[in-house]
């Protein structure tokens, strides 16, 4: 007998099977639609990960065994969590037609956990060839009958593909991970995504994009109107999964929404449009020759034989030579070189346009021109300085519309762009999370003209501790900010804000407030609490660039450390160790987490 037989057996006889739960959000309503139910082995035995532990049970002969203890764990601890929402089963194809499999199971553990069966989803999987499809069909709508769900597991990856959905008319269908992961790059996945959500809402089927690692993802599946979603980018399985659409989910759904929108309109290589390019060595006649082929073509980029542009040609200048007495005796035969601007604009696709703007006023370049762009060195193509303004103003009006009206600060979308570019450039940056503590039952008390005024006073003390630095404050909504600090001055500024704000928000306090630090006030159970004067938390972070790939990952790391400052009742600077994503929150008996 080997050893993963035995381990089997033993995993069948005592009943040791771990079940972790990764929540499926409905992004659309922003609620939690429910928890798909993940088994694990013992740990540290050879068969504590799923993909071995079903292999070993498949080949033993045991998978019905296995099945069903892995369902009664998953019932059991649904229910022990009180979680809410549907639950979510992987189910066999092949255990479910096994002559040897109790039938009626599934509906007796529901009973004897009370959960009741329409929270219930069968998922099926996809990636079995099953031989007998009327059987399948036969027991799928026993399963109906009594009042189950069902679903297609990884849809796209297995045999029967659309003919397995138009027969089963599931109530979901799960898209298999293959054609989520990086399907904002591919054309062809793009086009498989779209065909599905017009398929789904013809048959009147919900979708759930699974295995969501990237912030592109998710932005182009919710595009394509795909609302259930679940990846690790929003919250890995867990023993103990988050038990609705939280603020950090919620912070990270709208860093999410702009992520996308960003890296396409901030740099230069958008504006980019392919046009032809002659060498250096070209003759002036032949350059002629080009402008006078296409009447629309303005500049040529003049380029070297390494494929670098080395200097621009204008048609007016050499329409105004060759026009001039014997102009076309002096120059037909005179290479380009002689010609051409020698000091065009040249600048990398990935240059964002606020520099690039800098750079035209500062050299103060002729409206009508055009500036080079080039990939690694190499000519790309040219951009014409009118669509380059035209679009930094439409990119400022788009800001200015995403600014808070309160602070009048920049918002969401600022925040992630002033992120995503010292990602992209590989400049280190600390990032704070700033909040308020006590601020609802000061609201509450005071009035929300106060609590206004409160949060200004915020907003006003953070940019003037920052007005000496290159940082950038923005206002993420309600009492929550955020500073990107570029120097190594962060911690004396958090600490100086923190200064600052508990001395001015003493205004707002009437004196017996203010001499009993605090006041009594009724929580939502009714209940009276003394509740301290306003203090701040700030988490602070010092993302790693090599771990951290997109904003989301940053803003969850400082949304971790403002968790731990807002542990303590006065105003504290938490100062996170970790500096890239972290796998799921580990609680110790104290009720603590380790970060």
Same mark, same amino acid.
């Given at each position: ?62 998978? !019905? ?6 369902? !009664? ?10 979680? &809410? ?133 998710? @932005? ?30 919620? +912070?990270?759904? !709208? ?8 890296? &396409? ?85 990935? +240059? ?8 035209? @006023? ?166 009276? +609490? ?66």
């Amino acid at each position: 007998m080997t050893i993963q037989r035995k381990v089997l057996e033993y995993i069948l006889k005592s009943g040791e099977i771990t079940t972790l739960f990764q929540p499926i959000f409905d992004i659309s309503n922003q609620v939690i639609l429910g928890y798909e139910a993940l088994s694990r082995g013992p740990k540290n035995s050879p068969l504590e990960m799923p993909n071995t532990l079903f292999k070993v049970a498949h080949e033993e002969g045991l998978i !019905s065994e296995l099945e069903l203890l892995c369902r !009664s764990k998953a019932i059991e601890n649904f229910v022990r969590l009180n979680l &809410q929402g549907k639950l979510f089963l992987n189910v066999s194809p092949k255990t479910l037609l096994d002559p040897c499999h109790p039938k009626g199971e599934t509906l007796h553990l529901i009973e004897q956990f009370g959960l009741a069966a329409n929270r219930v989803v069968i998922e099926v999987t996809e990636q079995e060839k099953v031989d007998d499809g009327f059987l399948l069909l036969k027991t799928i709508a026993h399963y109906r009958e009594l009042g189950f769900t069902i679903a297609i597991d990884d849809l796209g990856a297995g045999y029967s593909g659309l003919k397995q959905w138009s027969e089963l008319c599931p109530d979901f269908v799960k898209i298999d991970r293959y054609f989520i992961d990086h399907c904002d790059e591919s054309e062809v996945k793009k086009e498989f995504l779209k065909s599905i959500t017009v398929l789904a809402r013809a048959t009147n089927t919900q979708v759930i994009a699974e295995g969501i690692e990237r912030a592109e993802e998710l @932005t182009l599946v919710e595009n394509l109107g795909i609302r259930n979603v679940q990846g690790f980018l929003l919250e890995k399985p867990s023993i103990k999964p988050s038990e609705d659409f939280s603020s950090e989910q919620l +912070q990270a759904h !709208s860093f999410v929404q702009s992520n996308a929108l960003l890296d &396409q309109s901030m740099a230069i290589g958008r504006l980019s449009i392919t046009q032809p390019a002659i060498n250096s060595d070209t003759r002036c006649k032949y350059a002629h020759k080009l402008f006078e082929q296409d009447k629309l073509l303005i500049s040529i980029a003049v380029l070297s034989t390494e494929n670098q542009p080395i200097g621009l040609l204008h048609r007016d200048q050499l329409t105004e030579v060759f026009a001039a007495p014997y102009g076309h005796a002096l120059y037909d035969k005179r290479p380009v070189t002689a010609l051409m601007d020698k000091q065009p604009l040249v600048v990398d696709e990935n +240059q964002l346009l606020d520099t690039v703007s800098k750079q035209i @006023t500062e050299q103060d370049f002729d409206i009508r021109r055009h500036i080079v762009i080039t990939r690694e060195k190499a000519y790309l193509g040219l951009a014409p300085l009118r669509d380059i303004l035209k679009h930094i103003t439409e990119e400022k009006i788009r800001h200015a519309q995403h600014a808070n009206p309160l602070t009048m600060l920049p918002g969401n979308v600022a925040i992630n762009e002033a992120i995503e570019q010292r990602l992209r450039g590989s400049n280190s940056f600390s990032l704070a999370y700033i909040d308020l503590n006590h601020f609802k039952q000061f609201n509450d008390l005071y009035g929300y003209a106060s609590g206004d005024s409160v949060i200004k006073l915020l907003a006003d003390v953070t940019v003037q501790a920052c007005k000496n630095s290159a940082n950038f404050v923005g206002h993420i909504g309600g009492d929550d900010f955020m500073v990107v600090f570029d120097q190594h001055d962060a911690v004396d500024i958090c600490n100086t804000i923190i200064e600052q704000f508990e001395h001015q928000s003493r205004i707002f306090f009437t004196p017996e407030h203010i001499k009993s630090k605090g006041y009594w006030a009724t929580n939502r159970e009714g209940e009276k +609490q003394f509740v301290p004067l306003l203090t701040l938390s700030i988490g602070l972070v010092v993302p790693d660039l090599q771990q951290c790939k997109n904003s989301h990952q940053v803003a969850a790391l400082a949304t971790d450390a403002k968790k731990e400052a807002k542990r303590y009742r006065h105003s504290y600077l938490f100062i996170c160790k970790r500096k890239g994503p972290a796998p799921a929150v580990v609680r110790l008996a104290s009720n603590k987490q380790v970060i």
